[in-house]
């Protein structure tokens, strides 16, 4: 079956740094992606919808000046999160929308663990 | 209104088998997600449904119906690290996803 996969799975950083997370569908292409964040103990909140080729389009409250997602491919998606703080410690999750003819299936990447210092 | 609904808390034996039920009403249905989370730790992805069906992954499998709005999870050869919490969530149609309490379960020896 469709696979996306995620990278890194977990990563710690230093407060003030960057971090990139890659997101790729491994067996098919993807115009679509989406990056979703979850705080502990609570939903997981999208965050934006990556379109391949155009800019992304923010949900309301997230700061796409810190939050860079760039879909440069039909089957990679980066989220970069810039000047990370420890408030943005959280577990990130990605997927990739496939469409085969009328049917559109979601695929869900395994998430990022990220913990910011 | 949108709802999911799965048990608050379950027993098992290590070694048997035990089906976590969740029922859902939401607006639109993009897929059931279920995700395992140990106490103090962000949750675990373990499996999403988007067809009906079973799709089983080693140990663990998940079985979805849309019609019924009815999903489980399914864990085989319980063993003591699989004492976690057990959350189920449904992606509604604007690609949110609508969680349950989660399902606290607890394995005795």
């Known amino acids: 079956g469709a696979v996306v996969s995620q990278h890194p799975s977990r990563v710690i950083c230093k407060s003030g740094t960057s971090v990139k997370i890659e997101c790729r569908s491994l067996?098919?292409?993807?115009?679509?992606m989406f990056w979703y964040r979850q705080f502990p103990k609570q939903s997981l909140m999208l965050m934006a919808t990556s379109n391949e080729g155009s800019k992304a389009t923010y949900e309301q409250g997230v700061e796409k000046d810190k939050f860079l997602i760039n879909h440069a491919s039909l089957t990679l998606s980066t989220l970069t999160v810039t000047s990370a703080h420890p408030e943005d410690s959280s577990f990130y999750i990605c997927s990739a929308r496939k469409i085969a003819g009328e049917a559109e299936t979601q695929y869900f990447g395994p998430g990022t663990r990220l913990l910011v210092l | 209104g949108q709802n999911i609904d799965q048990p608050t808390e379950m027993t098992a034996t290590e070694g048997a088998i035990v089906q976590i039920n969740c029922t859902y009403q939401t607006s639109g249905f993009n897929g059931l997600f279920w995700y395992q989370q140990h106490a103090g730790e962000a949750p675990t992805f373990l499996s999403y449904?988007?067809l009906d069906g079973l799709e089983e992954k080693g140990r663990f499998s998940s079985f979805l119906s849309r019609s019924k709005g009815y999903s489980y999870l399914l864990l085989k050869e319980l063993q003591m690290k699989d004492s976690a919490s057990y959350l189920c969530a449904a992606m509604d149609s604007n690609y949110q996803l609508i969680w349950g309490a989660g399902t606290k379960l607890i394995i005795k020896p």
């Open positions: 067996d098919f292409q993807a115009t679509t």
């Open positions: 449904n988007v």
